[in-house]
C-alpha cells in the first residue's frame, strides 16, 4: 500500500484546510485508514479515522471541527479542517492499515499561524 498525502499550507486562525490522502497498491486489504499528527519532541497522535465501513472517531481535539471522509471511487480519503487554531500546527501524516501492517504517507506540514 502506498499513500500519498497533500493539501497542507500556512492558513490564519480559524482558517480552513483540507488534506487529501491517495491509496494506490493493494488497496483491497485496508481495513482503516487515519491521519495522525506529529509536533517536533512529541509522539505521533491521531487525529480521526474511519474504518472501510465508514464508521469515524476523532480525537477530543478534533471532534466538531475536523471531518474525516472517504471516497472509494478515488481511493482517497479526506480531512476537513476547519477553526483552526495554532495548537493544530504539525506535520500531518496519512496512515493506512491493512493486514495488521500500518502504512504511513509521506507527511504534510500545517501551519496555523497569523
Known amino acids: 500500500v502506498q499513500l500519498q498525502a497533500s493539501g497542507g499550507g500556512l492558513v490564519q486562525p480559524g482558517g480552513s484546510l483540507r488534506l487529501s490522502c491517495a491509496a494506490s497498491?493493494?488497496?483491497?486489504?485496508?481495513?482503516?485508514m487515519g491521519w495522525y499528527r506529529q509536533v517536533a519532541g512529541k509522539q505521533r497522535e491521531l487525529v480521526a479515522a474511519?474504518?472501510?465501513?465508514?464508521?469515524?472517531g476523532y480525537a477530543d481535539s478534533a471532534k466538531g471541527r475536523f471531518t474525516i471522509s472517504r471516497d472509494n471511487a478515488k481511493n482517497t480519503v479526506y480531512l476537513q479542517m476547519n477553526s483552526l487554531k495554532p495548537e493544530d500546527t504539525a506535520v500531518y501524516y496519512c496512515?493506512?492499515?491493512?493486514?495488521?501492517?500500518?502504512?504511513w504517507g509521506q507527511g504534510t506540514l500545517v501551519t496555523v499561524s497569523s
Open positions: 496512515n493506512a492499515e491493512a493486514i495488521a501492517t500500518d502504512y
Open positions: 497498491g493493494r488497496i483491497f486489504s485496508i481495513n482503516r
Open positions: 474511519i474504518s472501510s465501513g465508514g464508521s469515524t
